[in-house]
């Protein structure tokens, strides 16, 4: 097929002809694996994530990690964050708001203390020491939310307080990389940071607590003046779009934004919003998912001694984060401080931009980084299932429902 | 805000915050455009293109082309043709086939001999010249389809005609490219154009021809099979990539194979995949639709000998196609034939591809680059109004029929 019209062909839609051919190797792979992990009694994400591994540069390197599908990732996972937002009802921040500070806050420090710790304990540099810990405080929200969404279980109190969770946890999370990074680079300002704190958490809050008064008022009004197209989808995308920048500029995460535009929606829009985002959502989410295991990087691992070390860490991760979130939980009872801490433990993407943050300052080494991003996939891949198994009794009654027949 | 802090965070999302507030940019001006040109009693996607003239290098200069929000664009008609498929009703390419040939063979000659005449009538080179003839050949028809399906026109005899000369017409203006580029640089092989005529034929007819009464049979067997997620619209969102993928290798447009996926998928998938693909498609058409005013090159057209070319191979262009493919519809009668000629008009972003790959190979000059741009921007704005125009009289009987109250 190597002729001079096919060159051409090529030439002129080369670069839109390969990440076609790429979006559907992810896609395909992504839901091949799902039903087979399906099929071994695990979470779908199980799957999707392990076809990121197996596509990327890790085992057959057919797709690398590009600057295309890293966009179609960043929107995955927002609008996962989004649809969550959507779908729940009766949430309200300051009603869960005590537990989840409680969860976040010995959730950061038992794991950024720890990561700490151990790095320095080994004789690593003290500011490596201390990336390593700051990448451990990460949270991925996005996993566990479609674990939960995927089984029906977000409205359950513990899921809740995940989600509140690791919403303070996010900008927890950023205020720690911003003292590591600035420090690191020795620019570390206390009354900007203070400044950038309040930011944050004046947006959060404001929106978590007007957000649906607001949209209830402004949507059906802004709606009944539309003459054009699917007004309240229109409308939906406005929101999650506008919310997102504005998240970034107040200087929380974009799917934090996405995350509060959904629930300030959910009582605004109709189920054909609902129906459409699904499409939207079922269309990206794979590659938010395939996009975390593309980034295994092995030949860091090949050095034995990294390769323990690897193991060390992320062991470490798990343990923290669930001694940590399952202590700050214990109140609610063990049960529910178990799937807490379980809830709490994927450090995916978030953990990955912490330790791509210290490659790029120039204060982490390239091993180091290989094994957080170990870590960061490791935690993702193990958190699921045992989140299965935590919420076994909720997923058992679940399932017995719906042997009912379905209505519509 | 230019804080160290918020240039971390700026350093760590820059890219990202920056497409988000492009995408934002682009949705929000798209759709407010929309909504003026609706209260202008215009087609919306009216509105959609100067949105993007708009905010493009042209007028504010607040959002530059870019290959993020061409991957969007790309994908948004693509599935603008997917969705349209998936709506057509009894649609069979060989019963217009014989109609559909006459409109786009006689639509294909006249605009490439007057398009060509015209650029060697007034002097230039005659590669030049058949470059301006081969662009001036191209059909963007998701414009047209875009317009129809807004009013819920796509069942008519007319539009069927549209889009299956569309389909014709992009198989004709490959191979037109194909020819006009090979021996532009030389290479020109008539056994390899003919092989690649007739895979792109054979293709295209063997999907159209048994894809549905395939998909008839093997979606509802996978799907009983499938145990995670949106089984449906999981098989849809594979069957639009691969059939884009095919197409592409076959010689003819994605789009196409979009297309063909959504006709072969139409009876196959129930009302939730419509919903769901309907999220999708009103995403990203809008980036489909601002990509194209983006475009808009004034520079060269700062020089009234290049302005007054420009408008005249605009004008050539609107009434080579009116005429060419309206004469290959007449015997349908004057008024279909008018609806088809106007409804073929748009050169949208096929035009433009084709002066890309003439100023590619150097083969055209900047400012013929410019006039072609324009013209194809041209006629995308000119065609939708008249369109609305043509079809006036079932647009009144549809909207009378939608003064009783709907249900669902």
Sequence with gaps: MDSPLFALMLATTGDATKLLLEMFLVFASAKLLAEVAERLRQPPVVGE?????LLGPAVLGWVRPNDLLSVLA?????????????????????KVGANALAVAVVGVVVPFLAGWGLM????HPRIEAVFVGAALVATSVG?????LA??????HQASKIILAAAIIDDVLGLLVLAVVSSSASGTLNLVELCTTAALAVAFTFLVAQWGTRTMEKIVPKLESRMRSGEGQFTLAMLAV?????????????????????????????DHRVHEMTTGVTELLVPFFLVGIGLHLDVTALKDPGMLVLAVAV????CATKFIGCGLGALRMGWRDATRIGIGMMPRGEVGMVVAQIGLGLGVIAPGIYGVVVLMSIATTVIAPPLLQLAYRDLIRVEAEGQALPRVG
Tied chains: 1, 2.
């Design 150 to 155: 995927a089984k029906g279980l977000l409205d």
């Design 143 to 147: 996993i566990t939310a479609r674990v």
């Design 241 to 269: 779009f506008g919310l997102s920048l504005l998240a970034v500029y107040a200087g929380v995460a974009a799917i934090i934004g996405a995350f509060l535009a959904g629930m300030a929606l959910a009582k605004s829009v």
């Design 74 to 94: 960043d929107l995955g996972v927002m609008f996962l964050l989004f649809r969550v937002g959507l779908e729940l009802r009766d949430f309200r921040l300051t």
């Design 120 to 123: 320095v304990a080994l004789g």
């Design 49 to 53: 994530l392990a076809a990121g591994v």
């Design 314 to 317: 992320t062991a470490l991760a």
